[in-house]
């Protein structure tokens, strides 16, 4: 069964839909950095739920910790447990420090975050999908990362329209997200 909600822009596949995907040899190891990214988005959310008490950020991150669970749960169905990465705890620990540490810092520095995060994710589904429409074999597993990805887009435009302008700290903080994605990409695709 697709399901759509407010913060989902296209059906997401469901389990049924997910166990049928087949996953190429070659896309191992970006699919172990999505579901490590995946494990660390949903710690993220967590970690803003156990430092703020800013109804409007907890109803947010409620909201989009929702979405992140089914996206973990597509990755499960998809990834075998021996294709995963095993450096998951460290993904967790880390996801949860990037929410809970700007939760300290207000609604704005938890927004400006996701914002960091989720044009990240972006980035790197959209990488993968242009590498897979050149595959007509792999439709399935392109649909899938898609609407994973625009699941992400819309919480980065929803943590956007929040947000703010960023102020020069906010700017940096932002630059070192991206660099800790960027080296999580690479670890989790390798460990």
Not at 84 to 91: V, Y
Not at 162 to 189: F, K, Q
Request: charged share 25%; glycine share 6%; aromatic share 6%.
């Amino acid at each position: 069964m697709n399901r759509i909600s407010k913060n989902v822009l296209c059906p997401t596949p469901d389990s049924a839909e997910a166990t049928r995907v087949r996953i190429p040899d070659d896309m191992v190891p970006a699919l172990r950095s999505d579901h490590a990214g995946e494990t660390g988005a949903v710690s993220i959310y967590r970690g803003i739920l156990a430092v703020s008490r800013h109804e409007p950020v907890r109803a947010f991150a409620c909201r989009h910790l929702e979405t992140e669970q089914q996206h973990l749960r597509l990755m499960d169905d998809i990834l075998a447990p021996s294709q995963r990465s095993r450096l998951l705890p460290a993904w967790r620990f880390a996801g949860w420090l990037t929410g809970a540490l700007p939760a300290l810092f207000g609604p704005g520095a938890v927004f400006q975050t996701i914002d960091a995060v989720e044009s990240f994710v972006d980035r790197h589904y959209a990488e993968q999908i242009e590498r897979l429409r050149q595959r007509p074999d792999q439709r399935a597993l392109c649909r899938l990362l898609e609407a994973c990805r625009l699941d992400e887009v819309a919480h980065r435009d929803d943590a956007r329209s929040r947000a703010g302008s960023p102020s020069v700290t906010g700017r940096i903080w932002a630059a070192v997200v991206d660099l800790g994605s960027r080296a999580g990409v690479y670890l989790a695709s390798r460990v």
